[in-house]
DNA sequence: GCCAACGTTGGC
DNA sequence: GCCAACGTTGGC
């Protein structure tokens, strides 16, 4: 099992929209860089991930799973980008601010924290177990 | 709303 | 293949 994270923009689309798509899920689409398409290459079924509200939140407020494999994106006739469908899971118990990731020493190393540009980008095991942690959630 | 950081594009 | 110019992202 791997971890990711997802990141948006709720302007753009939200948690609320993610859980409103249900099990049925929704496409990562629109993502216009090489690195994050790489790691959606990556994924597989069953990986999962941290939903993180960009902008206005900087939070991390829920948690999702990959419910299908990179294939073509379907916002785009360009057939170099590609993207993963997720499902929303269950929502952090608090939501996880990137002021309490920044405060944990033991979070520095995040992608998160030392890219804040990439949207698409994975979580160690660690980081993922001591957020869980801090948002009230089992893994 | 600003601006730094970064990625991409295109001319040479 | 380099690099300047440009566009975008996202934290502040």
Redesign the pocket.
Known sequence: MTYWLF?S?PSTWSWDQQVARGDAGEEWDGV????ARNFMREMKVGDRGFFYH??KD?EIVGIVEVIAEAHPDSTTDDERWECVDIKAVKPLKTPVT??QI?GDERLADMV?VK?????VQPVSDREWALICDMGGVGG
């Open positions: 990141k923009e216009r860089n090489y690195q960009s902008q900087k990137l002021e920044k998160l890219n804040s540009r990439l949207s």
